[in-house]
């Protein structure tokens, strides 16, 4: 069975553009979940979706935004990028929030310059 | 506010002893706990997971022990190995609409 892929692994932009990060969960997960992890941080939470639906938001600005396709993969947008949105995103998938593990991707690294 | 810490952002073990990573937590509402490896370029992997409902959970090397009372769980690999050498993620959550809440790790390495 497939695990969660993300892509672009790697990506490169330039301030003040928008990025598009995608992610496929795993077959039967209903949840998705991004996170960022920043140069020396943790795991930052972003953004949960659930069914479609937006279930939560972490202490992020409006210009990160997403959505979760109806075959519950899921897509990250970050407008009007900063030098500081540089950093590895994160997506993860769960059958069940609280009660199963999230099974995480490999990552895409964003780059802005 | 942190509501998952990992104290020690870095741990040095020998090959074949006792690795104990350590996490406190601050919501009571947390009620699953989670530990995650994760090498570099990599995404975090799950390791081990125990419910508030127990107080240990043990699963080959891995072993988690959590202790409500004082809100601290910790991970203990036995023996260790160098393979073992990773960032460890120790994450909490709790029923309801909210996420995986992580601390910010602790990187292991395990010596020869």
């Known amino acids: ?3 969660v892929t993300q892509s672009p692994t790697h990506l490169i932009k330039t301030r003040g553009q928008q990025a598009t990060l995608r992610c496929s969960s795993i077959s039967g997960h209903t949840s998705v979940y991004w996170y960022q992890q920043a140069l020396g941080l943790g795991l930052q939470f972003l953004l949960w979706y659930d ?4 279930r939560n938001r972490g202490n992020f600005p409006p210009r990160f935004s997403g959505r979760q396709f109806p075959n519950y993969s899921s897509e990250l947008n970050v407008n009007a990028l900063e030098l500081e949105d540089s950093a590895l995103y994160l997506c993860a998938s769960s059958f ?4 199963s593990e999230a099974f995480f991707g490999q990552g895409t690294r964003l780059t802005v310059v | 506010d942190q509501q ?3 104290n020690s952002p870095s741990l040095s073990v020998q090959e074949g002893r006792i690795s104990i990573l350590n996490c406190d937590y601050t919501n009571s509402m947390f009620d699953y706990f989670l530990w995650y490896k994760k090498y570099p370029a990599e995404g975090p992997t799950f390791l081990i997971s125990i ?3 127990k107080d240990k959970n043990e699963d080959g090397r891995f ?3 959590l202790n409500k ?3 601290h769980l910790s991970l203990h690999i036995v023996p260790s190995q160098p393979g073992d050498s990773a ?3 120790c994450a909490a959550s709790a029923k309801g609409n909210t996420p995986l809440v992580f601390g910010k790790g602790t990187r292991l390495s395990v010596i020869a």
């Open chain 2, 69 to 71: 009372s004082a809100k």
């Open chain 1, 1 to 3: 069975e497939a695990g």
């Open chain 2, 87 to 89: 960032v460890y993620f």
């Open chain 2, 4 to 6: 998952v810490k990992q």
């Open chain 2, 63 to 65: 072993t988690v022990f």
């Open chain 1, 51 to 54: 069914e479609g639906e937006e």
């Open chain 1, 96 to 99: 069940l929030q609280g009660v």
């Open chain 2, 51 to 53: 419910s508030s409902i």
